[in-house]
């Protein structure tokens, strides 16, 4: 999204290395948008009003950690090229080159960066407190934003339309697919958990069994955050949980097993279980 001025006209090589840096900073700036996006319409309740079935904490997770990757793949590419200028402290360190866009985005990746990380200690913490430190995101998501502007027109190369068009479409687009998309499909490639009304939430719950495997379980608490009266971390890191939960938890621990990102829970009938 952003290229120097002095790189614009270059070798071959940087020509080429500079359409993958635009290319890159597009993606993300792409993802951040779906990344939010989802974010918002899950925890604001759109999605359910939208489509009678709520969104899972999965794909948010997924839309964010392709957002730092190709974020950080942005970055990186201005170290391999001919006529470089960038160097490892001037892409981790705001202002040290002197140049608003670039210090911009840094610091917004780096915040970005920052509240993923805290992702793993939200076992650690209150929910309220954890939650007041994930609303930082949307002060990096506004620097990244910014930075994205800036050097578009610090290298007149300002795409307004691709930009604006982006931000002001990526709401609606999102919502449509949901809408346009069997629900069925959604709910099997877990981006949807099941609406009240289907036969899997209105059937009596079957009596199931909990398996936890262990070398897979990466305690990043979703499981929790789903059933937390079945699963808990406790403060060492560890999970515990209840292998024979009531049979009134058994849609609970079900969502736990399709939101867990590791796939780590295993969910077994018991021979003979009615119900």
């Known amino acids: 999204m952003y290229l120097p001025a002095t790189l614009i006209l270059g070798s071959p090589h940087d020509d080429g290395i500079g359409d993958a840096a635009a290319l890159s900073g597009r993606l993300t700036y792409l993802t951040m948008c779906l990344t939010l996006c989802w974010g918002v319409l899950a925890a604001t309740g759109w999605v359910r009003r939208g489509t009678g079935h709520q969104a899972l904490r ?5 839309l964010a950690s392709f957002t730092l990757a190709l974020g950080a793949m942005h970055g990186l ?16 360190v705001p ?16 915040l970005l960066v920052a509240v993923s990380v805290s992702t793993g200690l939200r076992h650690t913490l209150a929910d309220r407190r954890w939650l007041r430190l994930h609303q930082f995101a949307y002060l990096a998501v506004g620097l990244l934003a910014a930075h994205a502007w800036l050097g578009a027109i610090a290298s007149g190369h300002l795409a307004v339309i691709w930009l604006a068009g982006i931000t002001v479409t990526v709401p609606p687009v999102v919502l449509t697919v949901l809408r346009v998309l069997p629900a069925g499909t959604l709910v099997r490639i877990g981006l949807l958990d099941p609406a ?5 939430r209105d059937a009596e719950p079957v009596v ?6 262990s070398q897979r379980c990466h305690q990043y608490g979703v499981c929790h955050a789903e059933a937390p009266q079945v699963f808990q971390l ?22 736990a097993a399709r939101a867990c990102p590791m796939r780590a829970i295993q969910l077994i009938q018991p021979q003979g279980a009615t119900r």
């Open 58 to 62: 999965t794909g948010h997770v997924v």
């Open 77 to 92: 590419t201005f170290l391999i090229l001919d006529e470089n200028s960038a160097t490892v402290p001037g892409l981790l």
């Open 95 to 110: 202002f040290y080159d002197g140049e608003v866009p670039h210090a911009v985005g840094i610091i917004g990746f780096e």
């Open 196 to 200: 009240p009304g289907t036969p899997e």
């Open 208 to 213: 199931v069994r909990v398996n936890v495997d």
């Open 234 to 255: 406790v403060r060492d890191g560890r999970l515990e949980y209840e292998k024979r939960p009531g049979p009134k938890q058994t849609p609970r621990v079900q969502a």
